[in-house]
């Protein structure tokens, strides 16, 4: 059987996390073929010219130089599927041509709409949404009582800060894990989990309604901190319409 031609892919993003996350997605589609990761764009155009890539999976807040303006100044660009935690750039990103606009947290599910977008080599094949598995949700092992413990980020309520330790609320625990909040909050940041408090961290899609000193996520209210209100409503208002 003729082997089927595959498109080679490139992932230019700073966060670990979502950088595995995306390997993770790729690894999973027939006609996709991972070349490597850049942490920024710089480095993403040398490798543009060593090698021939045809998809880049683009972060848009790159250190150095942004995600668009990177696209800007390319003369031959990849196909391109933008990632990000905001909204107000899908506008100016599809005036470049983009393939798609990914919010993170990225489901697998609108992962594989993205890509099956693509324009295609001879003879490749789409990979048909239902071919959805668990391991296609984002999780982290934490050390808990001397066991790793899976926890899917999608079943987060929020983060409390214990100090040296964080708690991890979810749907049906609780977890005391080693680290402290700010720890977390980097770990997180790439999923859309906001920092509202020095002590408390809450995913965004999880806030069910919000004032100007608190926010509710699941029945429990939750402080903002004073030195965190303009960000959080920077962020809460790309998500959410008063």
């Known amino acids: 059987m003729k082997n089927k ?29 991972l070349k490597g990761v850049c942490k920024d764009a710089i480095f993403a155009l040398d490798r543009l010219k060593e090698e021939k890539i045809d998809v880049l999976f683009l972060d848009i807040h790159l250190p150095k130089l942004k ?16 990632t990000t935690a905001y909204h107000q750039y899908a506008l100016d990103a599809f005036e470049e041509e983009v393939v798609d606009y990914l919010m993170k947290p990225i489901e697998f599910s609108r992962f594989l709409k993205a890509v099956n977008k693509l324009n295609h080599k001879e ?42 330790y964080s708690r991890i ?18 770990s997180f940041k790439a999923f859309s989990f906001l920092r509202i408090h020095r002590s408390f961290i809450v995913p965004i899609e999880k806030i069910k309604a919000y004032s100007a000193s608190e926010v509710e996520v699941e029945g429990k209210v939750l402080p903002i901190g004073r030195s965190y209100k303009q960000l959080v409503s920077e962020r809460i208002r790309t998500f959410f319409v008063e």
């Open 5 to 33: 031609a595959k498109l080679t892919c490139l992932i230019i993003e700073d966060e670990p996390i979502a950088a595995e996350v995306l390997k993770d997605y790729i690894q999973q589609v027939s006609f996709l073929d």
């Open 67 to 82: 995600g668009l303006d990177f696209l800007k100044i390319l003369k031959d660009k990849p196909q391109t599927i933008l």
């Open 123 to 164: 003879s490749q094949e789409v990979v048909p949404i239902s071919a959805i598995s668990e391991n296609s949700r984002p999780f982290r092992f934490f050390n808990v009582n001397k066991k790793m413990v899976k926890v899917y980020f999608d079943e987060i309520q929020y983060i409390e800060s214990l100090k040296d």
């Open 169 to 186: 609320v979810t749907t049906d625990s609780s977890l005391t894990v080693r680290g402290q909040i700010g720890e977390m909050e980097e």
